[in-house]
């Protein structure tokens, strides 16, 4: 098992940027492949993105169109999520999550069940 902490998250105004980091604990970090979920008031938990063990593979969820971009540094059992151009839409609790996978699911697989470990969340509020 392995445990997860968010945070960076706050209050922005629209067309603004965070960075979410991830830290990990537990088991090693390298071997997960970590992603990022969001969840708002009265919705369903929300794909974000995706990144490989090794970092060689990324997937983003339709709606980020380029705004936002994940990494990790494995050297620091840390994952990021870096968000640009915010609008009020993006206002969420963003979750980050670990898998623990041979391989990077296949796009339709990447729904929460398939992440083995799930942090408690950070508040992201995106202001008019």
């Known amino acids: 098992q392995v445990q997860l902490v968010e945070s960076g998250g706050g209050l922005v105004q629209a067309g603004g940027s965070l960075r979410l980091s991830c830290a990990a604990s537990g088991r090693t970090f390298s071997n997960y492949g970590m992603g990022w979920f969001r969840q708002a008031l009265g919705k369903e938990r929300e794909f974000v993105a995706v990144?490989?063990?090794?970092?060689?593979?990324?997937y983003y969820g339709d709606f980020v169109k380029g705004r936002f971009t994940i990494s990790r540094d494995n050297a620091k059992n840390t994952g990021y999520l870096q968000m640009n151009n915010l609008n009020p839409e993006d206002t969420a609790v963003y979750y980050c999550?670990?898998?623990?996978?041979?391989?990077?699911?296949?796009?339709?697989?990447?729904?929460?069940?398939?992440?083995?470990?799930w942090g408690p969340g950070t508040q992201v509020t995106v202001s008019s």
């Open positions: 999550a670990a898998g623990l996978w041979g391989r990077l699911p296949a796009s339709a697989d990447l729904t929460p069940r398939v992440f083995d470990s």
């Open positions: 990144i490989s063990w090794s970092g060689s593979r990324t």
